[in-house]
């Protein structure tokens, strides 16, 4: 079994700064690709940022300069460093790992999701 545990999620005036964490557990062979997407209402989800196990990323043009993606592979964790938050980037954020478990089966799995509000 498998869990992605994200936290960092809350409220921020514009200008503001959060950082997001997703850490991964369970039954984990290896984590090959992991990222952030958001879901805004009425909005398909969409990627945010993306990293690889060897570190290339990835970003949305409407993040790039204010967001950094990053992992710690010791701990099975990836970071979202969001800076200059917007109105526009109000969403439900959610994690996913492109992992290989135990058993050697390789698929996509998703964090719960954690709100992240930008208003003044």
């Known amino acids: 079994q498998v869990q992605l545990v994200e936290s960092g999620g809350g409220l921020v005036q514009p200008g503001g700064s959060l950082r997001l964490s997703c850490a991964a557990s369970?039954?984990?062979?290896?984590?090959?690709?992991m990222g952030w997407y958001r879901q805004a209402p009425g909005k398909q989800r969409e990627l945010v940022a993306a990293i690889t196990r060897g570190g290339s990323t990835n970003y949305a043009d409407s993040v790039k300069g204010r967001f950094t993606i990053s992992r710690d592979n010791s701990k099975n964790t990836v970071y979202l460093q969001m800076n200059n938050l917007k109105p526009e980037d109000t969403a439900v954020y959610y994690c996913n790992a492109d992992l290989v478990n135990l058993v050697r089966f390789r698929t996509n799995y998703w964090g719960q999701g954690t709100q992240v509000t930008v208003s003044s």
């Open positions: 369970g039954s984990i062979f290896s984590i090959n690709n």
